[in-house]
């Protein structure tokens, strides 16, 4: 393998690595609950500014008894937080292979974590911010994805050195 070869495809998982946490982070700026009345609330604004979403909030209480943004804690702040730090990571560390764990365990944990928060969950309000929501699990998936192709990428490159 050339060590030019290696570097471009190194820049590539470094942008792989990198694109879908950022895009995560900025897929919480689009609207994401619609309560009728013509405003569209953003999740992100949601969690870090409830008090100026009081109509979200009353109108998520309508499907989900009891919600509060607090409800939100696992599936955002925890997800928002990680992405940050592969990002720095990945562009530290490079292409590595823990990276790729990193990025899939956060997929996983975001799976995981929005499947079963129940005001993201599908559901009925699904309806109402259905692209965000949808891209958002796109994303979680990708980064599985993308750290499964990696590992199984670093797998064989290992086994054709190891048989030379």
């Known amino acids: 393998m050339k060590p030019e070869n290696s570097n471009k495809r190194s820049f590539w ?49 309508k499907f989900y008894q009891d919600f509060k ?17 592969i990002v ?3 562009l530290i560390l490079k292409a590595r292979g823990i ?3 990193m990025t899939g365990c956060w997929g996983l944990f975001g799976l995981y974590s929005f499947l079963t928060t129940r005001s993201l969950a599908f559901a ?3 309806i109402y ?4 929501s949808i891209l958002m699990l796109l994303l979680f998936t990708a980064a599985v ?5 990696f590992m199984i ?12």
């Open 124 to 126: 009925p309000v699904l």
């Open 69 to 85: 943004p607090n409800d939100l804690i696992n599936a955002l702040l925890i997800t928002q937080l990680a992405s940050f730090f």
């Open 88 to 90: 720095t990571f990945a």
């Open 13 to 61: 998982w470094v942008v792989a690595f990198c694109t879908i946490p950022s895009l995560y982070i900025l897929a919480q700026l689009l609207p994401f609950y619609h309560t009728g009345d013509g405003t569209a609330t953003t999740l992100g604004a949601l969690f870090w500014q409830p008090e100026q979403n009081a109509q979200t909030i009353d109108f998520l209480a």
């Open 153 to 164: 990428t670093m797998y064989l490159n290992y086994r054709k050195l190891v048989s030379v």
């Open 145 to 149: 994805a993308v750290s499964a192709v």
């Open 99 to 101: 990276i790729a764990i």
């Open 129 to 132: 911010g259905g692209f965000a």
